[in-house]
Nanobody
Framework: QVQLVESGGGLVQAGGSLRLSCAAS????????MAWFRQAPGKEREFVAA????????NYAGSVKGRFTISRVNAKNTVYLQMSRLKPEDTAVYYC??????????????WGQGTKVTVSS
């Protein structure tokens, strides 16, 4: 069974940093494009960042560009989201997602269950 398991969430102060991890199993990780989404309380899920299967092509939401960095280590079946200069509006449950299709910012095939990030002011 395909599983995406996020970790690394927690409580941080505004301006701080946090690194999220997503460990994948049950799929050939190296051929999947990977992404991070987030959902704040009472709001719709939104796209955050994506990394192509080749590890060299990226897509970031404007709200996080320059602050967040997505990366992957295929040998570890893991994708990361390094979050810096965090803001209270970054508070959300962050989800990892995987899909074979290119250029998606929604409707990913596989999803994790999320890890909660809370940024205090």
């Amino acid at each position: 069974q395909v599983q995406l398991v996020e970790s690394g969430g927690g409580l941080v102060q505004a301006g701080g940093s946090l690194r999220l991890s997503c460990a994948a199993s049950g799929l050939t990780f190296s051929i999947y494009n990977m992404a991070w989404f987030r959902q704040a309380p009472g709001k719709e899920r939104e796209f955050v960042a994506a990394i192509h299967r080749d590890g060299g092509t990226f897509n970031y939401a404007g709200s996080v560009k320059g602050r967040f960095t997505i990366s992957r280590v295929n040998a570890k079946n893991t994708v990361y989201l390094q979050m810096s200069r965090l803001k209270p509006e970054d508070t959300a449950v962050y989800y990892c997602a995987a899909d074979l299709r290119d250029g998606l910012t929604k409707d990913y095939l596989y999803w994790g269950q999320g890890t909660k990030v809370t940024v205090s002011s």
